[in-house]
Each structure stands twice: as structure tokens, then as C-alpha cells.
């Protein structure tokens, strides 16, 4: 009897083991195996490779129909039903029809992508490069944004309301900003989205600090340098909405010329009560045009990138004023740039020519809290030719370029009831040559030499570069740098006055008007990068800047913008950045820990500048617990903030979706203390998001479709932004940043 009953559940065992799927996959035309392929049942989550005989086997499946997958490199994707009984095997054999398959810029990982796990990314510690798998999973952002996923370590973004980044205690107009070697100009937004570039245009982003190239333009803090996608064989588009932003991109052929077309929308928050009075308003706008041809045995770039932004706030809120609407403070601004891109690669060599034209305009009406209106006009072009020639003799590599630009600027800064205004206009021509060259010194050590020398209004700048790489094991290797940037242009922009958060815009002034110095970094720089394992890796690096010649506003300006000469002042800024990041199939963390010490100094006195907490910590990570979800959860924490209180009323509240929050009322001017002088409480914020993905099958094409939402301060801290105080009562009151609340939800997909 015992015998029987394990006989019988023998043949019950078996048979629940007997619905399967399997069979081979071969070349259409050839009827060859194809090695390698890969079939996936999106519905129950399975996937498999073929053997070396072309073979697949799917075991253990629930009853049904399924959706089955076929991908191989170089084949059309094929897809299809297969019923599965509830025993027994199903045998199908799959042909896949050999087809010439567009690749989108999208990173294969066999882990979750972060930055600086991935060593074919050509980017080398302690440059800073992401690919735009790396800017969407990036575990501290709640939609993707390029400039954002730049943060963390030396290079400080504000957590909330980002103004621009600051590198190593530089400001934020220290950095020039490259798409495809074209100099783009503010490319910013304000309102719950920063960075105006479209992410679905981009493949990666880059930022040079330490070892600028040949043909970079002159920056003291560094070069933000994004690539496009290239355009595809085949028609593709992508795109997203949210409650921040609506986007949409689209590449492909257009007769033998390839296309690449960009455009976005962006809002503070679709909400009902947006047309309130006390709310901010606003919209911005970027886009971005690129067409591709091969032609004199090169190929041809035309690319053309626009940007705008119009922000408007009430002077008061009706509630205290009677009900009498108030007027409303103005700041929009707008700028584009075109250029023509020429590039061949002939053996080991590479040439490319660029020539371009850019412009950027602003304007502003604002009101203060004294009652006087300061008004700004301002506006900047350039024309430019540049080249870069670089060729590759074994492991050296040596690098030749140069740029010639002409400048013309006109900046008029005016508030009634004072001095004149600040007005001028000032045009020259910048020049400069550059040479680099980089080659190992026995087996360990390799090092980077640069000399770049410049000639602006009748004056010749040599600024040298060297990088020593030298490598103590097969996984670490300890960095040194020195090196000396300069720039041309200033920002008169006021960055510690509290509206840079919705004025996020550079105020670019030439230095051929004898109010503007040039400015001259000088940068030392120890790190080591150590690779703990193939997909941990851990880095800690140590600078030392000091700045000359800065032009800074804030000493003699309480509103946005000057409107009175800037006071010349240095700068000094120490550090030390740790980050380290782990990544496995399912689960990506990062996080890391900066301290740093920066302070501004000038002839009236010293202060240290918002961007510059003394420390700041960052811990993040995804996960995903089927290959269609994903996790985001991310901390951000700064210690050491400082401020200036403010007199007179303001409201404050951040974008949000729970209470329709998106408030900015009042004029915060005038200033209760030096600068600077407020120590702030600590800030700490953690955010949870969450992805869902599916592939659709629509005729012959496989559309991928997403929802995301986010949540923001789980913890509900009261985080202060600073204190504005009554001047009747003495009271001060903190002013709270982001609250407990969802963030954004939305929609994205691609096809």
C-alpha cells in the first residue's frame, strides 16, 4: 500500500513539473542556431538564452497563454502567443528574420547602473560622467534631471531649489556648458524643474574639472560638455508627462540626412489653485533640433538649442490687503544657439571643427520690500569658430585645439531713487590654443600635461594642467592634480539673495569693461579611487582653490540683480569628498560625505556664500524587485548652513501635490544681519519613489511605457530655508522648505 501511494505521488510530482515551453531559435533564411538569443515571458517574469545549439527551455509554468519575446542582436524582435497546457511540453521553433536594428542609447548592465561603476565609460576619477541609464535610476531624483545627477561629492546642488552648481567652492558661474562642443548659455529652469536640457535627447553628460580638453572654453570651476543621441535607422519616439513637465523627442531618417528633435514644457505644478494670487506662476520652454549627414568623408552636425523661462510673483498677499490684488514682480529670460559640427576619424587620429553663434537675453521688474522697482535689461552674443585635432601613438595621446570668439554684452541695472545705473556695454575677442598630451612613465605612472594660453583685451594668460595617475595595485589608484582656469565673464547676478531660487539665470558681463575683473582659479588636488570589488567602488579626494578677481554682487546689493558696480573679492575653499557605491542585480546604493570650508572675502569684510554647508551627506538607493518595478529611496542631509535673515513679510511654500502648495509672496530684500551671519539648523530630507514599467506590443513595434511617483520628507522634518523677522514685533519666523507630500507622478514611455 505504501509502495503505491509514493508511486502515485511520483506521477502527480511529475506531472506538475511537465508544463513547459521549449524548442530552438534560428536564422530565418540560414535555418542556422542562433547562440544566444533571448526569450522572455514579460507575464511571469521568465527569461532564458539559448545553448549553443540554438536551444531554449522554459520549465515549470503555470497553465495559460503567454507572451513570448525573441531578441537577438541583429534580428527583428519577433513576438507571440504560446499556450501552455496543463502538462506536457510545447515545442516551437522560433526564426528570426536577420535586420539591421537601430540601438538606442541605452547601457546593458548586469547590475544596477550608477555612477562610477561602469569602466568603459572613458570617464576617468575624478571626472564626473553619468549615461542617461544612469541619470534615470538615480536614487536621490525624483524625475530625471541631467544637471541634478551631476551632485554629490565636490560638486553641490541645492537639494531643493537648485541656482547652478558649484564645484569644489567655485560659484555657479564658473561652469561653461557644451552640446556637442556647442556652447549653450543659462540652461536652467525654475519652478520644480532645474536643468533645460530634455533628458530624452540626451545619450550622457560629462563635467571636466581637473583635465580640460584642448578646445574648452575658458571656465574657472569646470565644463559641463552633454552628448545627443545619434539618430536611429528607424523612426523612434520617447517622452513623459508629469505634474512638472511634459516632454517629448523623437530620431530618425529624414531621406539620407539623420534627425534628432527635442521639445519640453515645464510648470510649477499642475494645481487647481495656480491662478490664486499669492501663487508663483510661470512656464518655461526648451528645446533642441540636430540633422546628421556624412559628407567630405566626415560627418555633419547642425544643431540648434533654444531655452525660456517666464516667473511671476504677488508683492502681498490679498488676505492682509483688503482683497485688493496686488501687483506682481517679473523676471523672464530666454536664449538659443546654433553651430555647425564637422568630424572625421581617420585610423587613430580625429579632427573636428566646430563654428557657432549664441545669445541670451533677460529682464526683469521688481519691486522691493523698500517700495523702489529695479529694472534690468540685459543681454549677451557670441560668434565662435573652433578645432580640435588628436591622435593616439601606441598609449600616448596628444591633443591640438583652439577657439576664437567674438563677444559683445550690454547690461542696464537701475533702481529708482538711488545713484545712476549700472550700464555698459563692452565687446572684444577672446583667443586661445591649446595642447595636451598624456603618456605612461613606466608601468604604474601616467601622466596628463596641459598648457592652454589665452589673449582677451590686449592681454596674453599661460595657464598650465598636470594630472599625475599613478597606479598602487591592479584596483586602486592615487591621483594628483594641479592646475591653473581664468574666465573672461562674470555673473552679476545676485546668488545670496533668496529670489536666485526662481532667478536661477547667469547675468554674463564681459571682462573688456573695466567693472568686470578676469577671474583666475588655481586648484590642488590628492585622491584615490579603489575598485573593492568589480562592482564596489570607493573614492576620497582632497582639493585646495583659491579664486582672484571675483566680481561679487551681494556685498553692496540686497536685490537680484546689481544695480552698482560689484566689489572685487578672492576666495579660498578646502575639502575633503568621500562617495562609495555598491551595485548588484537588483539592488544599486550610493551615498557619500563631504566636508568643506569656503569663504568670500573683499575689502569691506568676509562671508561664507549659501551654496557652501560644511557638511553634507547623501545615501540613496534602488532597487528592483522584478525587472519591471523599481524602488528609489534616497537621504540628503546638510550640517553647517548659513544664512542672512530677512526683514518684512514673505510667504514661502514649496511646489507640492498634498495642499496645491507653490508659493512665493512678498520681496525679501532687506537684510537683518551682514551676510551670512544666521546659523541655520540642520536640513534632512528622505524621499521615496516608485517605477512601474510594461512592454507592449503595437503592430511591429515594442512599446515601453512607465508610471513613477514620489514622495518627499517622509519624516515630516521641519526644515528651515531661514528666518524672516516683524520689524514691528522683533519676531522671527522660520520659513519651512519642502513638507511631507507627494512630489511628482506621471507618465513615460518610448516607442
Known amino acids: 500500500m505504501a509502495g503505491r501511494i509514493w508511486v502515485a505521488l511520483f506521477c502527480l510530482a511529475i506531472e506538475a513539473r511537465a508544463a513547459e515551453l521549449s524548442g530552438r531559435v534560428i536564422d530565418a533564411e540560414q535555418a542556422l542556431p542562433l547562440t544566444g538569443a533571448f526569450l522572455s515571458l514579460p507575464d511571469a517574469s521568465r527569461s532564458v538564452l539559448t545553448d549553443p545549439q540554438g536551444g531554449y527551455r522554459i520549465t515549470d509554468l503555470e497553465p495559460g497563454m503567454y507572451r513570448v519575446v525573441a531578441r537577438h542582436v541583429g534580428y527583428a524582435t519577433q513576438v507571440f502567443q504560446a499556450l501552455v497546457p496543463e502538462t506536457g511540453a510545447v515545442e516551437i521553433t522560433v526564426a528570426l528574420r536577420p535586420e539591421s536594428i537601430p540601438l538606442e542609447g541605452i547601457e546593458v548592465h548586469g547590475q544596477v547602473p550608477l555612477r562610477s561603476l561602469d569602466p568603459a565609460s572613458g570617464v576617468l576619477f575624478p571626472e564626473r560622467g553619468l549615461s542617461a ?32 552648481l558649484s564645484v569644489r567652492g567655485g560659484a555657479s558661474d564658473q561652469i561653461a556648458y557644451l552640446v556637442d562642443g556647442i556652447p549653450i548659455r543659462n540652461p536652467q529652469h525654475a519652478g520644480g524643474t532645474f536643468s533645460a536640457l530634455n533628458p530624452d535627447v540626451v545619450a550622457r553628460i560629462d563635467l571636466r574639472s581637473v583635465a580640460p580638453r584642448a578646445e574648452d572654453p575658458s571656465a574657472a570651476s569646470g565644463v559641463v560638455s552633454v552628448e545627443t543621441h545619434e539618430p536611429g535607422a528607424e523612426p523612434r519616439v520617447r517622452g513623459a508627462a508629469s505634474n512638472t513637465q511634459a516632454r517629448v523627442a523623437l530620431d530618425g531618417p529624414l531621406g539620407r540626412v539623420g534627425m534628432l528633435l527635442g521639445a519640453r514644457v515645464t510648470f510649477p505644478g499642475l494645481v487647481p489653485r495656480k491662478s490664486a494670487a ?7 520652454a526648451d528645446w533642441l533640433a540636430k540633422f546628421a549627414l556624412l559628407i567630405a568623408r566626415g560627418k555633419l552636425r547642425l544643431l540648434s538649442y533654444g531655452n525660456e523661462d517666464e516667473v511671476s510673483v504677488a508683492l502681498s498677499n490679498p488676505e492682509f490687503n483688503g482683497g485688493v490684488q496686488p501687483e506682481r514682480n517679473l523676471l523672464a529670460w530666454d536664449g538659443n544657439s546654433h553651430g555647425l559640427i564637422w568630424s572625421r576619424t581617420a585610423g587613430s587620429s580625429s579632427l573636428s571643427l566646430r563654428a557657432w553663434a549664441a545669445r541670451s537675453d533677460a529682464s526683469a521688474h521688481w519691486t522691493g520690500a523698500d517700495s523702489l522697482t529695479q529694472r534690468l535689461v540685459t543681454s549677451s552674443r557670441e560668434i565662435g569658430l573652433g578645432g580640435q585635432y588628436e591622435t593616439e601613438r601606441g598609449e600616448a595621446t596628444t591633443q591640438a585645439g583652439g577657439r576664437i570668439v567674438g563677444e559683445r554684452s550690454r547690461y542696464r541695472g537701475v533702481k529708482d531713487g538711488s545713484p545712476p545705473a549700472l550700464s555698459f556695454e563692452a565687446e572684444g575677442v577672446v583667443a586661445s590654443i591649446g595642447l595636451r598630451h598624456q603618456r605612461p612613465i613606466g608601468e604604474r605612472l601616467r601622466v596628463d600635461l596641459g598648457l592652454t594660453g589665452s589673449r582677451a583685451h590686449h592681454t596674453l594668460a599661460l595657464d598650465p594642467a598636470i594630472t599625475l595617475r599613478y597606479r598602487l595595485d591592479a584596483r586602486s589608484s592615487l591621483v594628483g592634480a594641479a592646475l591653473r582656469t ?3 565673464q562674470q555673473s552679476l547676478r545676485n546668488p545670496e539673495s533668496l529670489v536666485s531660487r526662481i532667478f536661477p539665470i547667469e547675468l554674463q558681463a564681459s571682462s573688456e569693461s573695466d567693472r568686470i575683473p578676469d577671474l583666475e582659479s588655481d586648484l590642488a588636488l590628492l585622491a584615490l579611487e579603489t575598485r573593492i570589488t568589480p562592482r564596489w567602488t570607493a573614492t576620497v579626494q582632497f582639493h585646495d582653490r583659491a579664486l582672484r578677481g571675483l566680481a561679487l554682487v551681494a ?20 575639502g575633503v569628498a568621500l562617495e562609495s557605491a555598491i551595485s548588484g542585480d537588483q539592488l544599486g546604493v550610493a551615498g557619500g560625505y563631504v566636508y568643506q570650508w569656503t569663504r568670500y572675502r573683499h575689502v569691506g569684510g568676509s562671508y561664507v556664500p549659501s551654496h557652501a554647508a560644511r557638511h553634507q551627506l547623501t545615501l540613496g538607493g534602488t532597487w528592483f524587485p522584478t525587472p519591471s518595478t523599481s524602488v528609489r529611496l534616497g537621504m540628503e542631509g546638510l550640517l553647517g548652513r548659513r544664512g542672512t535673515d530677512l526683514l518684512g513679510p514673505f510667504e514661502w511654500e514649496s511646489c507640492n501635490l498634498l495642499d496645491q502648495g507653490c508659493e512665493f509672496v512678498g520681496s525679501p530684500e532687506t537684510r537683518a544681519e551682514p551676510l551670512g551671519a544666521s546659523r541655520l539648523p540642520a536640513y534632512l530630507r528622505v524621499d521615496l519613489g516608485l517605477r512601474k514599467h510594461w512592454r507592449i506590443q503595437v503592430g511591429d513595434r515594442d512599446v515601453g511605457m512607465s508610471l513613477f511617483g514620489s514622495a518627499t520628507n517622509l519624516l515630516g522634518r521641519r526644515n528651515i530655508l531661514l528666518a524672516v523677522i516683524d520689524p514691528a514685533t522683533g519676531r522671527r519666523t522660520g520659513i519651512e522648505m519642502r513638507p511631507f507630500s507627494p512630489l511628482v507622478a506621471g507618465l513615460e514611455w518610448r516607442f
Open 486 to 488: 581664468r574666465q573672461f
Open 555 to 574: 556685498p553692496n546689493t540686497e536685490g537680484p540683480f546689481a544695480t552698482q558696480a560689484p566689489v572685487s573679492g578672492r576666495a579660498r575653499s578646502q
Open 278 to 284: 499669492t501663487y508663483l506662476r510661470g512656464e518655461g
Open 133 to 164: 541609464a544612469e541619470v534615470r535610476h538615480h536614487p536621490l531624483l525624483s524625475e530625471p534631471d541631467l544637471l541634478q545627477a551631476l551632485g554629490g561629492g565636490e560638486v553641490r546642488v541645492d537639494p531643493e531649489a537648485p541656482t547652478g
